[in-house]
């Protein structure tokens, strides 16, 4: 499985962003879908998830400003960012959780950067 993310750039605070993860490969074995960042010296922050009945759930630095959503494909997560701050400036990554049998496999993608200026 490899993991494309794409969609970041730079954007005003207030404005809006959609970020892209497409799957390619054993796409039938995977389960969620997580999003992280990482600002600039701080650690990695996970974001967001999207299970396989499509539940999501939100950190809530990010709650009522994101959305997580998935194509009806199944091979491509958004992530919808409104109301950016200058704070979101990060990194943000995909993760997607395959499952096999009793094997399971993290997958990320490079990350997309995300610049937004006050």
């Known amino acids: 499985v490899q993991l494309q993310a794409s969609g970041g750039g730079l954007v005003q605070a207030g404005g809006s962003l959609r970020l892209s993860c497409t799957a390619s490969g054993f796409i039938f074995s995977l389960n969620t879908w997580d999003w992280y960042r990482q600002a600039p010296g701080k650690q990695r922050e996970w974001i967001a998830v999207i299970t396989t009945n499509d539940n999501t759930i939100y950190a809530d630095s990010v709650k009522g400003r994101f959305t997580i959503s998935r194509d009806g494909d199944k091979n491509t997560v958004h992530l919808h960012m409104n109301s950016l701050k200058v704070e979101d400036t990060a990194v943000y990554y995909c993760?997607?959780?395959?499952?096999?049998?009793?094997?399971?496999?993290?997958?990320w993608g490079q990350g997309t950067l995300v610049t937004v200026s006050s």
């Open positions: 993760k997607a959780l395959s499952k096999l049998g009793s094997i399971e496999t993290d997958y």
